[in-house]
C-alpha cells in the first residue's frame, strides 16, 4: 500500500495559470518535502514542513508556495507557472529531522502549455 | 559548498556485477544514501551508510566508503534486468534535515 500519494500523477496547466499539486501520507512522519526533479538532474529541494513549521530554501522561486493544513496533507502550489516549471514533483516524508530516511511518492509530472 | 557527482551512465549483461561510484565534497557528511528510481516512479531508499563505517553488506548490495578520498559505492551482485533504473547518491550532514543528491546513475542492463 502506497505511503506516501501524489496526486494526480500527470498535471497539464497553461502558461500563468495557477496550479495545485497534493501529496498526502499515511505515516504520521513530522517532515513533509517538496523537491523539482528535471530531466537528467539531481531532485531539488523547494521546502519541507517540520510539523507546521514552513522552512523555503533560499533559492526557491516566491512563485512557489506550500501549505500543510495537517498532518497528512501537503500542497504545492505554483501561482504563475512558466515554461521552465515543467518538471516531475517528488513529495517526501521523514519521521523526524535530522539524518532520516526519506520516504518518497511516486511524484506529479507537469507539464506547461 | 555540498556536491555530489555521479557517472551519468553504466551498462552490464544480466548477472555481472555493477559497480556505481559517487563522490561528494562535503566532510561533515554523515550519512549517504543510496535511492533508486524507476521509470516514471519515485526515489525509493535502497540502502545507506554512517560515515563512520567502511562497509556495509545488505543482501546483494555492497556499500563501500573511502571517507579520505570521499568516495562512495554500491555494487549490486548478480545484476537482473529488473534492477535497470537510475540511481542517486545523496549526502545529509549533522544538523541538518535535507538530504544533496547527486544528479543520479542509469544502469541498464541486458540480458
Known amino acids: 500500500d502506497a505511503m506516501v500519494i501524489q496526486n494526480p500523477r500527470y498535471q497539464v496547466t497553461q502558461f500563468g495559470k495557477p496550479v495545485t499539486l497534493s501529496c498526502s501520507q499515511t505515516?504520521?512522519?513530522?517532515?513533509m518535502y517538496w523537491y523539482q526533479q528535471k530531466s537528467s538532474q539531481a531532485p531539488k529541494l523547494l521546502f519541507h514542513?517540520?510539523?507546521?513549521?514552513?522552512?523555503n530554501e533560499a533559492d526557491t522561486p516566491d512563485n512557489f508556495q506550500s501549505r500543510r493544513p495537517n498532518t497528512s496533507f501537503c500542497f504545492l502550489d505554483i501561482r504563475s507557472p512558466g515554461l521552465g516549471d515543467a518538471a516531475m514533483y517528488l513529495c517526501?516524508?521523514?519521521?523526524?529531522?535530522?539524518?532520516?530516511?526519506?520516504?518518497f511518492g511516486s511524484g506529479t509530472q507537469l507539464s506547461v502549455l | 559548498g555540498e556536491d555530489v557527482e555521479q557517472s551519468l551512465f553504466l551498462s552490464v549483461r544480466e548477472g555481472d556485477s555493477s559497480v556505481i561510484n559517487c563522490t561528494y565534497t562535503?566532510?561533515?557528511?554523515?550519512?549517504l544514501y543510496w535511492y533508486k528510481q524507476e521509470p516514471g516512479a519515485g526515489l525509493q531508499l535502497l540502502t545507506y551508510?554512517?560515515?563512520?563505517?567502511d562497509m556495509k553488506q545488505d543482501q546483494r548490495l555492497t556499500v563501500l566508503l573511502n571517507k579520505k578520498d570521499k568516495h562512495l559505492s554500491l555494487r549490486i551482485a548478480d545484476t537482473q534486468t529488473g534492477d535497470s533504473a537510475i540511481y542517486f547518491c545523496?549526502?545529509?550532514?549533522?544538523?541538518?534535515?535535507?538530504?544533496?543528491f547527486g544528479k543520479g546513475t542509469m544502469l541498464l542492463v541486458s540480458p
Open positions: 545523496a549526502e545529509s550532514i549533522q544538523g541538518y534535515s535535507t538530504l544533496t
Open positions: 505515516l504520521n512522519h513530522n517532515v
Open positions: 514542513y517540520y510539523d507546521k513549521d514552513f522552512n
Open positions: 551508510i554512517f560515515s563512520n563505517m
Open positions: 517526501a516524508t521523514s519521521r523526524d529531522r535530522g539524518n532520516e530516511k526519506l520516504f
Open positions: 562535503d566532510s561533515s557528511s554523515t550519512y
